[in-house]
C-alpha cells in the first residue's frame, strides 16, 4: 500500500517478478489500483486476484511478498485458499506467503529504538533548532572548524524511515562536542544532549550499522533475491547473538528486545530454504544441488525500503498529482506504463528529468503503446 499525501487516498502497489526465456530476471509494476476504505483483507485478495487473472499469470504465481499488517496476512488466506481449490499452487503453497525481509528488520530496529526515543528527540529538536535560522548554521559551523571536526552540517530525519533516524543520529554523533558549545553560546537552545545521551546513541549506532546494511543492499537493488542480502542477515543474527548476553545492560535489554523478533522470522526463512532445497533436490542430483545450492536459494524480498515504503522516489509523484490532478485511473495508466517503458529502454528510476518532460515523455509512451 502506498499513500498519496496530497490526493489523501491509499493505492495497491502490485509488482510482478519472473525470469523469461532467456534466464534473466525481470520485474514490472502490474497494477497501481486505487483501493477505498476499509482495505481489508477480502478488497485486498480481490484486487490483487483480479490483477493476476488480467494478465492471465493465475496459473504461474510462486509466491507473494507482503509486508506484516493484519489484512495483507488475511488477504493471503484468503488467496491461498481459492488457488488452493485450483489446483493452481506450486510446492503445494508452502512458499505461497513469503515475509518481506525489508519490513522484518524494520520492525525489529523500531523496536531498538524504542530504548532511545527521548534521546532521539532531543537530537531530533537540535537538529531543527540549529537549521532553523542562517545565523545558527553559521555559529555551529563556526565551532566545528574550531574543533577541526570533518563535515559542516546536521541531517534532518523522517520520523517514518528508520534508515533515516540512523543516518541523523550517527551524523549528530560525529558533532557530540560541538552542541555543548552551542549551547554556551546560545542562550535559547535547551535540548542540549548529555554525555550519558550520547553515550547510548553510540552503542545504539553500533547494533544498528548492521541492519543499516543490509538495507542498503536490500534497497539498492533491483532484484534483491537472498543470495545478495542473506549473508549480511547472518551477520546480524551473530551480531545479535553475540551481544544478547553482554554486561551492558542497556545493550542487552535493547538487543534482547530485537533477538526475539529476529528468531522468530529466522526460523521462517529457515523452513522456507529447506523447502527450496527439497524441491531442488527432485529437480537435479545430489551433486549438482551441493554445488550450485547457494545461487539457487534465491528467495525473493520485496523491494521495500527500510521505511516500508514501495519503490524509491514515488513520494515525488505526489506533487504531480496534486498540480495536475489525476484521477486515480490516469495515475495507475501513468506509473504502469511509466514503469514498463524505462525498463524497455533502460532509463534508470533515479534519472532526472523535468515535471513536464516527464509528464510528455510518458503521454508518448502511452500513446506508442
Not at 2 to 19: A, D, F, L, R
Not at 31 to 52: E, M, N, T, W, Y
Not at 121 to 130: A, F, G, L
Not at 188 to 215: G, M, R
Amino acid at each position: 500500500m502506498w499513500k498519496s499525501k496530497n490526493q489523501k487516498i491509499e493505492y495497491m502497489v502490485v509488482t510482478g517478478h519472473w525470469i523469461n526465456s532467456e534466464w534473466k530476471l525481470q520485474k514490472r509494476v502490474l497494477s497501481f489500483l486505487h483501493i477505498p476504505p476499509p482495505r481489508r483483507g477480502l478488497q485486498i485478495s480481490d484486487a490483487i486476484f483480479k490483477c493476476v487473472k488480467d494478465w492471465g499469470i493465475q496459473n504461474k504465481i510462486f509466491s507473494i511478498s507482503v509486508d506484516n499488517a493484519s489484512n495483507n496476512d488475511s488477504a493471503i488466506r484468503l488467496l491461498k485458499d481459492n488457488f488452493s481449490r485450483a489446483g493452481r499452487l506450486l510446492c503445494e503453497g508452502k512458499l505461497f506467503h513469503v515475509r518481506c525481509c525489508a519490513h522484518v528488520l524494520n520492525l525489529m530496529v523500531q523496536d531498538g529504538l524504542t530504548e532511545i526515543m527521548d534521546i532521539t528527540q532531543k537530537i531530533r529538536e537540535s537538529v531543527d533548532y540549529i537549521n532553523r535560522s542562517d545565523g545558527r548554521i553559521i555559529l555551529f559551523s563556526k565551532i566545528v572548524q574550531q574543533l577541526r571536526l570533518p563535515g559542516k552540517k546536521l541531517i534532518h530525519d523522517c520520523r517514518t524511515r528508520w534508515n533515516s533516524t540512523y543516518e541523523m543520529l550517527s551524523c549528530a554523533l560525529k558533532f557530540r562536542e560541538v552542541f555543548p558549545q552551542f549551547a554556551e553560546r546560545d542562550a535559547h537552545y535547551d535540548c542540549c544532549p548529555n554525555l550519558e545521551d550520547w553515550e547510548k546513541v553510540e552503542k545504539v549506532c553500533s547494533i544498528l550499522q548492521y541492519f543499516w546494511a543490509a538495507t542498503q543492499i536490500i534497497s539498492g537493488s533491483e532484484y534483491p533475491t537472498s543470495n545478495l542480502f542473506l549473508k549480511e542477515v547472518q551477520k546480524i543474527k551473530i551480531m545479535l547473538d553475540r551481544n544478547a548476553n553482554v554486561r551492558d545492560e542497556f545493550i542487552q535489554a535493547m538487543v534482547q528486545k530485537i533477538k526475539v523478533k529476529f528468531d522468530k522470522y529466522w526460523e521462517i526463512a529457515q523452513q522456507n530454504i529447506r523447502e527450496v532445497k527439497k524441491a531442488l533436490y527432485d529437480l537435479y542430483d545430489e551433486y549438482v544441488v551441493a554445488n550450485n545450492v547457494e545461487e539457487r536459494e534465491n528467495l525473493h524480498v520485496n523491494e521495500v525500503g527500510g521505511d516500508g515504503q514501495l519503490e524509491e522516489g514515488w513520494d515525488d509523484w505526489d506533487e504531480y498529482i496534486k498540480q495536475i490532478r489525476l484521477a486515480p485511473e490516469t495515475v495507475q495508466v501513468l506509473m504502469c506504463a511509466g514503469y514498463w517503458c524505462r525498463c524497455l529502454h533502460g532509463v534508470k528510476k533515479k534519472t532526472k528529468v523535468s515535471f513536464y518532460g516527464k509528464f510528455n515523455l510518458y503521454r508518448f509512451y502511452i500513446f506508442k503503446i
